[in-house]
Nanobody, 116 residues
């Protein structure tokens, strides 16, 4: 199983980025998918989660109204659209696949830096 994130980079405050995470080697439609982020010296925090069918998304208070999680089960891909980015959104972003009948799987992370 592999999860491969992409789409990170350097963006100015107020800008947008779209992260992608492609899953290989699992039955994607069974898994709830989520995005986490981590900065050095802090615990990894949940940013957004979407159910296996894509019918429900939940967000951390800090990103509500700015970030949108979505998925395409035909493409085995989960997305995180990030708008109105702030310097405090700077972090390494990770995707995670979770299903009750299997261990959790994590990607390698993609760096997002919000700076002028």
């Amino acid at each position: 199983v592999r999860l491969v994130e992409s789409g990170g980079g350097l963006v100015q405050p107020g800008g947008s980025l779209r992260l992608s995470c492609v899953a290989y080697g699992l039955t994607f439609s069974r898994y709830d998918m989520s995005w986490y982020r981590q900065v050095p010296g802090k615990e990894r925090e949940l940013v957004a989660i979407i159910t296996s069918t894509g019918s429900n998304g939940k967000y951390a208070d800090s990103v509500k109204g700015r970030f949108t999680i979505s998925r395409d089960n035909r493409e085995n891909t989960v997305y995180l659209q990030m708008n109105s980015l702030k310097p405090e959104d700077t972090a390494v972003y990770y995707c995670k696949a979770a299903w009750i009948a299997a261990p959790d799987y994590w990607g390698q992370g993609t760096q997002v830096t919000v700076s002028s």
